[in-house]
């Protein structure tokens, strides 16, 4: 199994890191990881970065734009994580979707699973578990018959102009909670 992509030199203690250093430290780390990409496809092209993601996602491959986009907030209280996991996580999306067919693959699909596992030696993760609360405040209470549910400023607005939403789990409308 090959060795996940290593720590840029220079990460130490997070809090004394300033956000210019952190940035650099990303693209060197997009860097390790988009040369690894290479050895196994040399046509692909380097993504752009962008650090303008907001809410609970860590990273997105955004190909309309042609590169990455990345949450500076999660990054900035889980760097080392950040670096290690997330990157190479969007950039295995990268790789697979510009392989030949490769806009038919699913997002976590098998494709994507092989490059996790044979190119950047770490196990699959749909999902991150950073402490999303600061990064993504939902100050809008709804209800349904099972559970509560946090909404965000955004997602309220749509429901006072007219959107209804589903619980995921029991199937009901959900309404906004009193305060």
Request: hydrophobic share 35%.
């Amino acid at each position: 199994m090959p060795t996940p992509i290593p720590l840029p030199l220079g990460l130490t203690d997070a809090t004394s890191i300033d956000e210019s250093t952190l940035a650099d430290l990303l693209e060197r780390q997009i860097d390790v990881a988009w040369r690894r990409c290479l050895e196994v496809f040399p046509g692909l092209p380097r993504p752009g970065v962008w650090m303008d993601l907001k809410g609970k996602s860590a990273g997105q491959a955004h190909f309309g734009r042609g590169g990455l986009r990345f949450n500076a907030l999660l990054y900035r209280e889980n760097p080392r994580r950040f670096l290690l996991e997330v990157v190479p996580h969007e950039m295995a999306h990268w790789l697979v979707r510009h392989l030949e067919n490769g806009e038919r693959f699913r997002p976590h699909g098998p494709e994507w699973q092989t490059v996790m596992r044979q190119l950047f030696g770490l196990e699959p993760k749909v999902t991150h578990d950073f402490d999303t609360c600061r990064a993504s405040p939902a100050p809008y209470r709804y209800r349904c018959v099972c559970r509560e549910h946090v909404f965000s400023v955004r997602r309220h607005r749509l429901v006072l102009k007219g959107r209804r939403y589903r619980c995921r789990h029991c199937g009901e409308h959900l309404v906004q909670a009193p305060l």
